[in-house]
T-cell receptor, first 111, second 115 residues
Framework: QKEVEQDPGPLSVPEGAIVSLNCTYSNSAFQYFMWYRQYSRKGPELLMYTYSSGNKEDGRFTAQVDKSSKYISLFIRDSQPSDSATYLCAPGTDSSYKLIFGSGTRLLVRP | NAGVMQNPRHLVRRRGQEARLRCSPMKGHSHVYWYRQLPEEGLKFMVYLQKENIIDESGMPKERFSAEFPKEGPSILRIQQVVRGDSAAYFC?????????????FGPGTRLTVT
């Protein structure tokens, strides 16, 4: 079993839709939960992150962590064609700063 | 306000040659991380360095790969005697360290092709 699992997609939605992107993980020691966006042939771009459980909101993006079920979510409101990219979740622990990346979910927002 | 810089962006090497990948962290960042992304796979951690120190190299292959982050100059990831399986995108990230070490900002990557 991989430490971090993501549905690879592609997930295709119409412009303006609410998008839900999810990860599951197996290591209960994870405390940091990062979300990155990666456009084709570019470097990952840090979108937002949470520490431990709870929600965090930043503009159209909301990150949610449920440690009891080891489930991480990223919600995108009012999705735009420019949101079309691969979204990577990447948790980490307090004791090591290496991030464990999921394989990414490819999102396509149709105009 | 330059971000993480990596060069070269593309590198072609024949089997058996050496590859040197360079990474300059963001201004004010003293921690550097290298990750590798194989085709159709996620990013895999390779090594974590601070100036003149390797902190965690648990993701580095045991042979042919080495990394350094000297007191002056960029961090270098060196691959000796490259093989076709080394073809991948290599990303460098940097962070400010301390409590913000998990905030890793990535460069554009170096795409290595071994022919």
């Amino acid at each position: 079993q991989k430490e971090v699992e993501q549905d690879p997609g592609p997930l295709s939605v119409p412009e303006g839709a609410i998008v839900s992107l999810n990860c599951t993980y197996s290591n209960s020691a994870f405390q940091y939960f990062m979300w990155y966006r990666q456009y084709s042939r570019k470097g990952p771009e840090l979108l937002m992150y949470t520490y431990s459980s709870g929600n965090k909101e930043d503009g159209r993006f909301t990150a949610q962590v449920d440690k009891s079920s080891k489930y991480i979510s990223l919600f995108i409101r009012d999705s735009q064609p420019s949101d079309s990219a691969t979204y990577l979740c990447a948790p980490g622990t307090d004791s090591s700063y290496k991030l464990i990346f999921g394989s990414g979910t490819r999102l396509l927002v149709r105009p | 306000n330059a971000g993480v810089m990596q060069n070269p962006r593309h590198l072609v090497r024949r089997r058996g040659q050496e590859a040197r990948l360079r990474c300059s962290p963001m201004k004010g960042h003293s921690h550097v991380y290298w990750y590798r992304q194989l085709p159709e796979e996620g990013l895999k951690f390779m090594v974590y360095l601070q100036k003149e120190n390797i902190i965690d190299e648990s993701g580095m292959p045991k042979e042919r790969f080495s990394a350094e982050f000297p007191k002056e100059g960029p961090s270098i990831l060196r691959i000796q005697q490259v093989v076709r399986g080394d073809s991948a995108a290599y990303f460098c990230a940097s962070s400010p360290g301390g409590l913000s070490s998990y905030e890793q900002y990535f460069g554009p990557g170096t795409r290595l092709t071994v022919t």
